[in-house]
């Protein structure tokens, strides 16, 4: 790699550190880009060489991600009719559970550190918008027996609500654990995992 790229990367890995642990200090209303500048040890006018502000380093943080996402719903390799549904969630589930993992501090930042209250639903939107276009390629209707709204929410908010909960914890499962964990809430419904003694 290139000196200077590998010099721009590490002083990019530095804000973004900065911008995550004062985030989770005063919320990113009121940080200051100085705030980030102090603590991730460069000055103001490195910043700006990089970012416009402390929105657009925000903007372009989250938009990486959502990118990110996107891309591990087509690194599947090659995708036909007769692939199984379920072997593609598993695919999808354990390089979800991977990604997320290594973008922990942010991500939890974002949705429990007064970060940004949009960034979750975006994520949703981009999780269902995928996911149904995953379904229509393979031919796969959800059923009619509710409306499909309330399927898109309870599948996709419980795979949410479940990552969130999986990242906050303090010695969370190895991710290649909790994708079998999604995967079993996947396949059984809540009352399910009620055994009677």
Partial sequence: MHQNDLRVRKTRAKIKRALIETINEKGFGNLTVSDITERAGINRGTFYIHYKGKQDLLEQLEEAIYSDIIQLFHDNGTISSVTSYEDLNRQFFQKFSTYIYGERDFILAMVLGNGDPMFYHKIKQILTRELLKRMEYLGIKMSDEIPHEYIEEYAIGSMLNLSIYWLEKDNPE????????????????PLAFAVKE
Avoid: V
């Avoid at 991710?175 to 396949?187: D, H, L, V």
């Fill in 174 to 189: 190895p991710p290649n654990e909790f994708a079998k964990i999604m995967m079993r809430t996947r396949t059984k419904a």
